[in-house]
Structure formats: C-alpha cells, structure tokens
C-alpha cells in the first residue's frame, strides 16, 4: 500500500456544486455574461418596439393594453426574483455556500426594481382602466407587501455587520416573505373578488391574451429574464470581489 | 409613432417610468461592479507588494 492510500480522500464537488467555489463561479460568470447581456438587450429591444410600434388597440382598453409588455413581464420577475432568493437561501441554511447567500443578497435590487415597475405600470393602467391607481384588492396589496419584504430584506443585509449572521437572518426573512410572493401570484385564485383579472398567460385558451398581443409579450418576458439573470450573475461576482477584498483588508490588518 | 388615442399619457408615462427604472438597475450594476474590481485590485496588489 502506497504512503497517499492511508490520507482520507478529499471529496470535491463536482457539477452543479462545483460552481460554489466563487473562482469557479466567476470564471463562468465572466464568459456566458457577454452572451447574456447581449441576448437580454436584443429580446427587450425586439419585443418592445414590436409591442408598441407593431401591435393593435384593444377594442376595449384601447391603446393601454401596450403597458402589458412591461406589466406582466416584470411581475412575473419580482414573484420569481424572490423565489430564486428563496432556493439560493434555503441551500446557504442547508449546505453553507457562500455564492449561494451573496447570489439571493444580489438578486434583491434587482427584485425590487421589477416590483416597482410592475406597482407603477400597474397604477397607471389602472387610473383609466379602473378609474382609480390603487385599490385594496388581494393581489395589489400581497404585491405591495411583497415589495416592503424586499426593501426589509435589503436593510438587513446592510444592517447586520457579520456576513453569516447576515445570510442567516436574511434567509430566515426570505422563508416568511415567500407567503406573500406566492399570494401575489394566487390571492386571484384564493380570494375570487377585487379588481384585479387573472393569468393572461394561461393555458387556458379561453382566458389567454390574444396572439397579437401574446408573441411579443413572449420576447418581452424572454428579454426579461436574460435580464434577471445577467443582472444577478454580475451582481454576484460584485459581492463575491467585495466580500473578498474585506477578507484581505481584514487580514492586512492583523499584519 | 403609433396614434396612441386619449391613453396617449398613460402609456407613455408607463413606458417612460419603466425604462428609466431599468436603465438606472442597469448603470448603477455596472458602476458598482466595477468599483469593486477596482478595490479588489487594489488591495490584492498591495498584498503582492507586500510580500
């Protein structure tokens, strides 16, 4: 038996794990994020000019119905944003990656930005839609909710000083935001009342959105997601270099 | 331009609300990102120096 035989073998993760070694995961960031940044850009461009430019009036919400192309492409990405925060923070609790906590940390700007545009687009859809901004209705005030989780969940990331005390306590917050990210997306189907309609991409055909309207509203939501995640990629490699050049100074330090 | 109607405002609004909203996610990604590659080389650099 040879002398390396009695070392215990060191197991190193391999496929999907492997990307939890931030030097790994940001040599991959760095080569599919050009790729990402261009492909978001082409599907946004595309599918916007081809919804405001290219497309009919309603024959009743007339030329507001151009707003969906922003409205439920990020409304889908703020419910999304939060569940990608959710599964990156429910494998920091479990396996203690670092990546993962930084990516859910630098996927929460990014989150609030889609609530935003989805509360804004949506208030001003409905001023002449509904003859008001705003109404208490269940998937308005679950969104509204919704993007107070996010605001909370980025103050306690900036508020707490130990980066794993950070990442646990945001986790934790991440779990109880999840009920209103998923009553966003269902309090239509819970609470059968208020203002506000149900899916417009349903595979119901009866309740879809027409295929004029349907196959820009595609790239949009296409264009959307690129977006999602070129955005998160990059702003995991930012708290990854950040994170790294606290460790140095902090070790300067001692010195 | 498309005759957007009477809801010529509202959509307008909405379009213009939005995009500002992207591009300043956008810019402040990059801004960011690359203060902190600078930092990051900053330091390490100094770390090489040294020793």
Request: with cysteine; net charge positive; aromatic share 12%.
């Amino acid at each position: 038996m040879s002398v390396t035989d009695d070392k215990p073998a060191i197991k190193r993760p391999s496929g999907f794990w492997s990307y939890a070694n931030p030097v790994k995961f940001l040599g991959f960031s760095e080569r599919i994020l050009p790729a990402l940044w261009v492909l978001s850009a082409a599907c946004l461009a595309l599918g916007l000019v081809w919804g405001f430019f290219f497309t009919p009036d309603d024959f009743r919400q007339g030329s507001t119905v151009k707003i969906i192309y922003l409205h439920v492409p990020s409304a889908l990405m703020a419910i999304n944003a939060w569940f990608m925060m959710l599964v990156a923070s429910l494998i920091w609790i479990v396996r203690r990656h670092h990546v993962s906590a930084l990516a859910a940390r630098a996927a929460a700007p990014v989150g609030v930005v889609m609530t935003l545009i989805a509360l804004v687009t949506g208030a001003i859809w409905g001023q002449p839609m509904w003859g008001t901004w705003w109404a208490w209705d269940p998937r308005l005030t679950s969104f509204l909710i919704l993007f107070l989780f996010y605001l909370g969940y980025i103050a306690l990331w900036e508020a707490i000083e130990d980066p794993d005390t950070a990442a646990d306590l945001t986790a934790v917050l991440c779990l109880v935001g999840t009920v209103f990210a998923v009553l966003s997306r269902y309090a239509v189907n819970f609470w059968n009342q208020g203002l506000h309609q149900g899916a417009s991409l349903s595979l119901d055909k009866e309740e879809n959105v027409a295929d004029v309207f349907y196959f820009p509203l595609l790239v949009c939501i296409a264009g959307f997601v690129l977006l999602f995640f070129a955005l998160v990629l990059y702003r995991t490699g930012t708290e990854i270099r950040l994170r790294r050049t606290r460790a140095l100074l902090a070790r300067q330090g001692r010195q | 331009m498309p005759d957007l109607g009477k809801y010529a405002d509202a959509v307008l609004s909405a379009y213009g609300a939005s995009l500002v909203l992207l591009a300043l996610l956008v810019l402040l990604t990059l801004r960011r990102g690359r203060r902190a590659r600078a930092a990051l080389e900053a330091v390490e650099s100094r770390e090489k120096k040294d020793g």
